[in-house]
Protein backbone atom coordinates (compact mmCIF):
# COMPACT_ATOMS: atom_id res chain seq x y z
CA UNK A 1 0.00 0.00 0.00
CA UNK A 2 1.19 3.44 -0.95
CA UNK A 3 2.29 5.57 1.66
CA UNK A 4 0.80 8.86 0.47
CA UNK A 5 2.05 11.12 3.62
CA UNK A 6 5.43 10.08 2.59
CA UNK A 7 7.15 13.36 1.38
CA UNK A 8 8.45 13.79 -1.45
CA UNK A 9 12.29 14.97 -2.84
CA UNK A 10 11.12 18.49 -3.14
CA UNK A 11 9.55 18.74 0.28
CA UNK A 12 12.81 17.46 1.73
CA UNK A 13 14.59 19.56 0.07
CA UNK A 14 12.55 22.61 1.12
CA UNK A 15 12.98 21.11 4.68
CA UNK A 16 16.53 20.99 4.30
CA UNK A 17 16.72 24.65 2.89
CA UNK A 18 14.55 25.26 5.84
CA UNK A 19 16.43 23.97 8.44
CA UNK A 20 19.92 25.37 6.81
CA UNK A 21 18.68 28.71 6.78
CA UNK A 22 17.70 28.75 10.72
CA UNK A 23 21.19 27.16 11.50
CA UNK A 24 22.73 30.38 10.01
CA UNK A 25 24.59 27.86 6.81
CA UNK A 26 25.71 28.24 3.77
CA UNK A 27 25.15 31.66 3.70
CA UNK A 28 27.85 32.30 1.34
CA UNK A 29 26.58 36.40 0.52
CA UNK A 30 25.48 37.89 -3.22
CA UNK A 31 26.12 35.51 -6.07
CA UNK A 32 25.40 38.52 -8.37
CA UNK A 33 27.55 41.58 -8.64
CA UNK A 34 27.28 45.21 -10.11
CA UNK A 35 29.21 45.42 -13.34
CA UNK A 36 31.98 47.88 -11.54
CA UNK A 37 32.55 45.02 -9.06
CA UNK A 38 32.19 42.41 -11.60
CA UNK A 39 35.98 41.77 -12.37
CA UNK A 40 38.35 40.67 -9.39
CA UNK A 41 41.52 42.50 -8.24
CA UNK A 42 44.34 41.68 -10.58
CA UNK A 43 42.50 39.82 -13.35
CA UNK A 44 41.98 40.39 -17.35
CA UNK A 45 39.33 39.31 -19.04
CA UNK A 46 39.63 37.09 -22.23
CA UNK A 47 36.98 35.30 -24.51
CA UNK A 48 38.73 32.10 -24.93
CA UNK A 49 38.52 29.65 -22.15
CA UNK A 50 42.38 28.20 -21.78
CA UNK A 51 42.88 24.55 -21.31
CA UNK A 52 44.69 24.07 -17.68
CA UNK A 53 45.26 20.89 -16.04
CA UNK A 54 47.78 18.29 -15.08
CA UNK A 55 49.26 17.23 -18.25
CA UNK A 56 46.44 14.45 -18.09
CA UNK A 57 43.15 14.31 -19.65
CA UNK A 58 41.69 11.09 -18.65
CA UNK A 59 39.81 9.40 -21.27
CA UNK A 60 36.67 8.52 -19.59
CA UNK A 61 33.32 8.83 -21.48
CA UNK A 62 29.74 8.94 -20.07
CA UNK A 63 29.38 5.15 -20.39
CA UNK A 64 32.14 4.40 -17.96
CA UNK A 65 32.19 7.44 -15.77
CA UNK A 66 30.95 6.99 -12.18
CA UNK A 67 30.73 9.14 -9.58
CA UNK A 68 30.65 8.39 -5.80
CA UNK A 69 29.84 10.40 -2.49
CA UNK A 70 30.43 9.20 0.71
CA UNK A 71 32.22 9.75 4.11
CA UNK A 72 30.72 11.73 6.63
CA UNK A 73 27.02 11.49 4.67
CA UNK A 74 23.55 9.73 5.84
CA UNK A 75 22.87 8.25 2.67
CA UNK A 76 25.93 7.37 0.46
CA UNK A 77 25.36 7.84 -3.33
CA UNK A 78 26.90 5.74 -6.17
CA UNK A 79 26.03 6.88 -9.35
CA UNK A 80 26.81 6.43 -13.20
CA UNK A 81 26.23 8.80 -15.72
CA UNK A 82 22.49 8.08 -16.29
CA UNK A 83 21.34 8.02 -12.88
CA UNK A 84 23.08 11.29 -12.29
CA UNK A 85 20.75 12.85 -15.26
CA UNK A 86 18.55 11.64 -13.64
CA UNK A 87 18.92 14.02 -10.79
CA UNK A 88 17.51 17.78 -10.69
CA UNK A 89 19.44 19.45 -13.18
CA UNK A 90 19.56 23.20 -13.49
CA UNK A 91 20.74 25.90 -15.22
CA UNK A 92 22.99 28.72 -14.37
CA UNK A 93 24.97 31.39 -15.69
CA UNK A 94 28.36 32.84 -13.62
CA UNK A 95 31.31 33.51 -14.40
CA UNK A 96 35.27 32.05 -14.36
CA UNK A 97 37.78 33.81 -12.60
CA UNK A 98 41.02 31.47 -13.11
CA UNK A 99 44.17 32.23 -10.85
CA UNK A 100 46.59 32.42 -13.64
CA UNK A 101 44.42 35.81 -14.26
CA UNK A 102 41.79 35.67 -16.84
CA UNK A 103 38.62 35.84 -16.11
CA UNK A 104 35.89 35.02 -18.45
CA UNK A 105 32.06 36.22 -18.06
CA UNK A 106 28.91 34.71 -18.50
CA UNK A 107 28.79 30.87 -19.02
CA UNK A 108 26.31 28.91 -19.27
CA UNK A 109 26.40 25.76 -17.36
CA UNK A 110 23.73 22.89 -16.71
CA UNK A 111 24.07 20.43 -14.29
CA UNK A 112 23.07 19.09 -10.64
CA UNK A 113 23.16 22.01 -8.04
CA UNK A 114 25.20 20.94 -5.05
CA UNK A 115 22.24 21.98 -3.30
CA UNK A 116 20.22 18.94 -4.39
CA UNK A 117 22.99 16.38 -3.88
CA UNK A 118 23.15 17.53 -0.17
CA UNK A 119 19.43 16.65 0.26
CA UNK A 120 20.06 13.24 -1.24
CA UNK A 121 23.28 12.11 0.98
CA UNK A 122 22.56 14.49 3.90
CA UNK A 123 25.65 15.32 5.58
CA UNK A 124 26.37 14.59 9.10
CA UNK A 125 26.55 17.49 11.14
CA UNK A 126 30.09 17.03 12.25
CA UNK A 127 30.54 17.33 7.83
CA UNK A 128 32.52 20.86 7.93
CA UNK A 129 34.32 20.18 5.11
CA UNK A 130 34.41 18.53 1.22
CA UNK A 131 37.26 16.91 -0.74
CA UNK A 132 37.00 16.73 -4.48
CA UNK A 133 39.02 13.25 -5.89
CA UNK A 134 39.18 13.72 -9.75
CA UNK A 135 40.05 10.60 -12.11
CA UNK A 136 43.45 12.30 -13.30
CA UNK A 137 44.39 12.13 -9.29
CA UNK A 138 44.00 15.71 -8.71
CA UNK A 139 42.52 16.64 -5.44
CA UNK A 140 40.83 20.30 -3.59
CA UNK A 141 39.29 20.81 -0.61
CA UNK A 142 36.48 22.89 0.14
CA UNK A 143 34.69 24.73 3.07
CA UNK A 144 31.08 23.27 3.06
CA UNK A 145 29.19 26.51 3.24
CA UNK A 146 31.53 27.02 -0.37
CA UNK A 147 30.83 23.57 -1.67
CA UNK A 148 26.67 24.37 -0.51
CA UNK A 149 26.99 28.45 -2.54
CA UNK A 150 23.97 29.62 -4.18
CA UNK A 151 24.97 29.17 -8.03
CA UNK A 152 27.38 25.81 -7.45
CA UNK A 153 27.04 22.87 -9.48
CA UNK A 154 28.43 19.35 -10.88
CA UNK A 155 27.95 20.70 -14.05
CA UNK A 156 27.55 17.98 -17.66
CA UNK A 157 26.80 21.06 -20.08
CA UNK A 158 28.82 24.07 -21.09
CA UNK A 159 26.22 26.51 -23.64
CA UNK A 160 24.00 24.16 -24.70
CA UNK A 161 26.44 21.32 -24.88
CA UNK A 162 27.95 18.37 -23.35
CA UNK A 163 30.62 19.64 -21.46
CA UNK A 164 33.99 18.34 -23.53
CA UNK A 165 36.91 16.31 -21.94
CA UNK A 166 39.35 18.83 -22.09
CA UNK A 167 37.32 21.36 -20.17
CA UNK A 168 36.30 18.21 -17.18
CA UNK A 169 33.83 16.06 -18.98
CA UNK A 170 31.91 13.71 -18.36
CA UNK A 171 31.28 15.82 -15.13
CA UNK A 172 32.77 18.92 -13.33
CA UNK A 173 32.56 20.90 -10.21
CA UNK A 174 31.81 24.90 -10.39
CA UNK A 175 31.98 26.80 -7.95
CA UNK A 176 32.28 30.42 -9.43
CA UNK A 177 32.48 32.34 -6.25
CA UNK A 178 36.05 30.95 -5.52
CA UNK A 179 39.46 30.80 -7.94
CA UNK A 180 38.53 27.91 -10.42
CA UNK A 181 41.46 25.79 -9.15
CA UNK A 182 38.63 25.07 -7.00
CA UNK A 183 35.90 23.71 -9.65
CA UNK A 184 37.37 20.02 -9.91
CA UNK A 185 37.54 18.85 -13.81
CA UNK A 186 36.51 14.94 -13.99
CA UNK A 187 34.92 14.73 -11.19
CA UNK A 188 35.35 11.09 -9.16
CA UNK A 189 34.55 11.34 -5.59
CA UNK A 190 33.17 13.62 -3.21
CA UNK A 191 34.17 12.66 0.26
CA UNK A 192 32.64 14.66 3.21
CA UNK A 193 34.61 15.20 6.47
CA UNK A 194 34.94 16.87 9.61
CA UNK A 195 38.54 17.98 9.83
CA UNK A 196 40.04 20.12 6.43
CA UNK A 197 42.52 18.28 4.09
CA UNK A 198 44.59 20.63 1.93
CA UNK A 199 44.36 19.01 -1.65
CA UNK A 200 46.94 18.88 -4.23
CA UNK A 201 47.37 22.38 -5.42
CA UNK A 202 46.83 23.64 -1.50
CA UNK A 203 49.96 21.73 -0.40
CA UNK A 204 51.78 23.29 -3.04
CA UNK A 205 51.69 27.17 -1.58
CA UNK A 206 48.19 27.68 -2.97
CA UNK A 207 45.77 29.69 -0.77
CA UNK A 208 43.31 27.61 1.08
CA UNK A 209 40.17 28.84 0.33
CA UNK A 210 40.82 30.99 -2.76
CA UNK A 211 38.11 34.02 -3.06
CA UNK A 212 39.36 36.23 -6.04
CA UNK A 213 38.27 38.81 -4.71
CA UNK A 214 39.98 38.74 -1.83
CA UNK A 215 43.05 37.98 -3.99
CA UNK A 216 43.85 34.81 -1.95
CA UNK A 217 45.98 33.29 -4.59
CA UNK A 218 48.96 31.63 -2.29
CA UNK A 219 49.11 30.80 0.96
CA UNK A 220 50.53 33.86 2.81
CA UNK A 221 47.62 36.07 0.52
Known sequence: ???????????????????????????????A??????????????????????????????ERWRLDVHGAVAAPQFWD??????????QFVSDIHCVTTWSRYDNQWQGLPTRELLAACRPHAEARHVLLHSYD????????????????????????APLTQEHGGPVRLVVPQLYFWKSAKWIQSIEFVAADAPGYWEVRGYHNRGDPWLEQRYSGD
Do not use: C
Not at 6 to 25: F, H, I, V, Y
Not at 81 to 90: D, G, L, V
Open 1 to 31: MTDETAPSSESKLTQSKQRWAREGKFLTGRT
Open 81 to 90: FSQFMAQPQA
Open 137 to 160: GYTTNLALEDFAAEDALLAQAWSG
Open 33 to 62: RPAEQRLPPGQHLTRDWPVLDLGVVPQIGR
